[in-house]
């Protein structure tokens, strides 16, 4: 889980992590540098951050791997910038709006990890 805001890590932390062990990133400089020594199975990822987006961190992880940007899910507060809606229209990964339900956040990365 990738967020800037540190209750929402929390919370998502909360949330999944009695059926999945949940590392929380608070940066996605911070991301970066835990997805270069792990894999992860899903990551999930604020679009709108300081200094590196979720946005960036997409297009970075595509440089280094497409299997991992492929695994991206973003959650959003709402694509405040044009930039931000068109990016999400552009791709294929799942997209989940601040604020949601435990169960609905629970059910959608039971579906993307099968």
Known sequence: ???DEPIVGAAIKR?????HDVTVASSG???L???SKAQFDLILSD???PEISGIDLYEL???IS???CERVVFITGGAFTSTARQFLQSVPNPTLEKPFEPEAL????RRQLG
Do not use: N
């Open 1 to 3: 889980m990738v967020d």
């Open 15 to 19: 949330t999944l992590g009695r059926e």
């Open 29 to 31: 400089r911070e991301a």
């Open 33 to 35: 540098e835990l997805i």
């Open 47 to 49: 679009v709108l951050m």
């Open 61 to 63: 992880l595509r440089e």
């Open 66 to 68: 497409l299997a991992a």
């Open 106 to 109: 629970r059910d959608l990365v």
